[in-house]
């Protein structure tokens, strides 16, 4: 059983890894934002376009680890369409299942919910969050609290 959800895990993270869809520049993006972790290397920049408080588009740019380029992904797959106020509630549980170890709304994560595999992982959760870092910064400028 355990190996069948360490597959399936291992699957998911490579399958988005590969998400070239989302890895563009994108026209005339509303915030460009970027997150660095120096002691691994990952350096992702979010492209987020917003209209009437609605994410039109979003995409990424830049390099990382199979966990920080594939949580990105999964980002933006989760906060695309969205209303800011939807988009800060995925934020907001994200963060829950990653930093307190609690549940929250996980149906609002759909696979970012896989993350939390890596929650016990220091090393390996700076990679899952560093982009939705970036995205909590780019809701703070939209004054989404």
Not at 13 to 40: A, F, M, Q
Not at 42 to 62: P, V
Not at 89 to 114: C, E, P, R, T, W
Request: hydrophobic share 40%; proline share 2%.
């Amino acid at each position: 059983m355990i190996e069948d959800i360490d597959k399936i895990y291992q699957q998911t993270i490579l399958e988005y890894n590969k998400r070239s869809d989302l890895k563009k520049e994108i026209d005339k993006p509303t915030y460009v934002e970027r997150g660095h972790n120096p002691s691994c290397g990952d350096d992702l920049t979010l492209l987020i376009k917003i209209k009437d408080d609605k994410i039109l588009d979003a995409s990424f740019i830049g390099s990382g680890c199979a966990i920080s380029t594939a949580s990105t992904a999964m980002l933006i797959e989760d906060i695309k369409g969205k209303t800011l106020v939807e988009a800060k509630k995925i934020i907001d549980n994200f963060f829950l299942m990653m930093k307190d170890h609690k549940d929250g709304d996980v149906s609002l994560l759909n696979d970012a919910v896989l993350m939390e595999y890596v929650r016990d992982m220091p090393a390996r959760v700076k990679c899952a969050t560093l982009s939705w870092h970036s995205f909590e910064v780019i809701l703070g400028k939209e004054n989404i609290k």
